[in-house]
C-alpha cells in the first residue's frame, strides 16, 4: 500500500496522560497536514509542514500539541496531558512538489482515533 | 476566514434516484474546490476537484459538480445512485493564495436505499 499510512490507528488513554501519534506521507510527498475531526464535523486544519518546515499552525493547536517533521519525512503529533475535549479522529495527509492544482490535492490516511477517559 | 455550508446534513434516498448535495462557501478571494467521500470503515478519499477551467467537472464513479462562481457554490451531483454510494460527502475549499489549510463543510450523510 503506497498511501498515507497512520499509527496507532486507535488509542485510549487517560486523562493527563501524554499520546504521540506518527504519519507517513505517500513517498516523495513534500507537504504534510494534520486535521482533526470529531463526531458529526469535518476535519479541521491543525498544522502543515513544508519539508521540515512547519509553516502554518492553527489556532486550535493549544500549547498542549505539538508536531515534528525532524527529516522531512514522518511526523509526528504529540498531545500532552490528554483531556476529554482531545478524543477525536486526527488525520494525516500529504500532497506532492510541483504546481497548482498538483500540490495541491491532498490526500488522507486512515486517521488514529484517540479516546481520553 | 472562509467556510464551508453543507446544508443537507442526513439524505436517505432509493437506487437510481437522483442526487444533488449542497454545497456554499464564504471568502472574497479565489478558491480551489473538492468533494472528498469517505465510505464507511475507509478514510476519505479524493471524489473531484475544481481549479480553473470548464466549471462542470467530472469526477470518479459517476459523480459531476458544478461551480458557480456567483453563487459561491459547487454543488455535487449524480444522476442516479447506487447502494454502494452510500457513504458520508465532504466539501472543501482552498484559498488560490495564503493559507494552505482545506477548510471542510461539516459533511452530507448519504445513505441509500436498495
Known amino acids: 500500500d503506497t498511501g498515507v499510512s497512520q499509527d496507532p490507528r486507535h488509542k485510549i488513554t487517560k486523562r493527563g496522560q501524554n499520546v504521540t501519534f506518527r504519519c507517513d506521507p505517500i513517498?516523495?510527498?513534500?507537504?504534510l497536514y494534520w486535521y482533526r475531526q470529531t463526531l458529526g464535523q469535518g476535519p479541521e486544519f491543525l498544522t502543515y509542514?513544508?519539508?521540515?518546515?512547519?509553516?502554518?499552525k492553527s489556532r486550535l493547536l493549544s500549547d498542549r500539541f505539538s508536531a515534528e517533521r525532524p527529516k522531512g519525512s514522518f511526523s509526528t503529533l504529540e498531545i500532552q496531558r490528554t483531556e476529554q475535549g482531545d478524543s477525536a479522529m486526527y488525520l494525516c495527509?500529504?500532497?506532492?512538489?510541483?504546481?497548482?492544482?498538483?500540490?495541491?490535492?491532498?490526500?488522507f490516511g486512515p486517521g488514529t482515533r484517540l479516546l481520553v477517559l | 476566514a472562509q467556510s464551508v455550508s453543507q446544508h443537507n446534513h442526513h439524505v436517505i434516498l432509493s437506487e437510481a434516484a437522483s442526487l444533488e448535495l449542497g454545497c456554499n462557501y464564504s471568502?472574497?478571494?479565489?478558491?480551489?474546490l473538492f468533494w472528498y467521500v469517505q465510505y464507511p470503515g475507509q478514510h476519505l478519499q479524493l471524489l473531484l476537484k475544481?481549479?480553473?477551467?470548464?466549471?462542470l467537472v467530472k469526477g470518479i464513479k459517476g459523480f459531476e459538480a458544478e461551480f458557480i462562481k456567483s453563487k459561491f457554490s459547487f454543488n455535487l451531483r449524480k444522476p442516479s445512485v447506487q447502494w454502494s454510494d452510500t457513504a458520508e460527502y465532504f466539501c472543501?475549499?482552498?484559498?488560490?493564495?495564503?493559507?494552505?489549510?482545506?477548510?471542510f463543510g461539516s459533511g452530507t450523510r448519504l445513505q441509500v436505499q436498495p
Open positions: 495527509a500529504s500532497s506532492p512538489p510541483g504546481a497548482g492544482e498538483i500540490q495541491e490535492t491532498q490526500y
Open positions: 513517498s516523495e510527498h513534500n507537504r
Open positions: 509542514f513544508q519539508n521540515e518546515a512547519q509553516l502554518e
Open positions: 471568502y472574497g478571494g479565489t478558491v480551489n
Open positions: 475544481y481549479f480553473s477551467g470548464d466549471p
Open positions: 472543501a475549499v482552498i484559498r488560490r493564495e495564503g493559507r494552505r489549510a482545506l477548510t
